[in-house]
Nanobody, 119 residues
Framework: QVQLVESGGGQVQAGGSLRLSCGAS????????VGWYRRAPGKERELVAQ???????DYAGSVKGRFTISRDNTKNTVVLQMNNLKPEDTAVYYCNQVLLGGRLMPGFWGQGTQVTVSP
């Protein structure tokens, strides 16, 4: 069974930075687009950053210019560098494959990592 493990979350003040990391067992990310999702309280899970295996990147408008996604295929890991954080970035963050350009949500998830941004 595939395991996804996210880490690096925490509590920061607005304007601060965090670096999230995600590891997957086996070759779960190989030959797939990967992404970071988040779920804020009372909201649906949303895809905020994605990266294809050809290293094309795309971001949700709300995080563009502040977040940077990267991947290390040899280590099956994905990283999200988050700068200039805002209170509205508060959410649990998850990594996973990106299916159909984000139109289909994967069927299982890791535990996520909590990011809390105070004003």
């Amino acid at each position: 069974q595939v395991q996804l493990v996210e880490s690096g979350g925490g509590q920061v003040q607005a304007g601060g930075s965090l670096r999230l990391s995600c590891g997957a067992s086996g070759n779960y990310f190989s030959d797939h687009a990967v992404g970071w999702y988040r779920r804020a309280p009372g909201k649906e899970r949303e895809l905020v950053a994605q990266m294809t295996d050809a290293e094309t990147k795309d971001y949700a408008g709300s995080v563009k210019g502040r977040f940077t996604i990267s991947r290390d295929n040899t280590k099956n890991t994905v990283v999200l560098q988050m700068n200039n954080l805002k209170p509205e970035d508060t959410a649990v963050y998850y990594c996973n494959q990106v299916l159909l350009g984000g139109r289909l949500m994967p069927g299982f998830w890791g535990q996520g990592t909590q990011v809390t941004v105070s004003p």
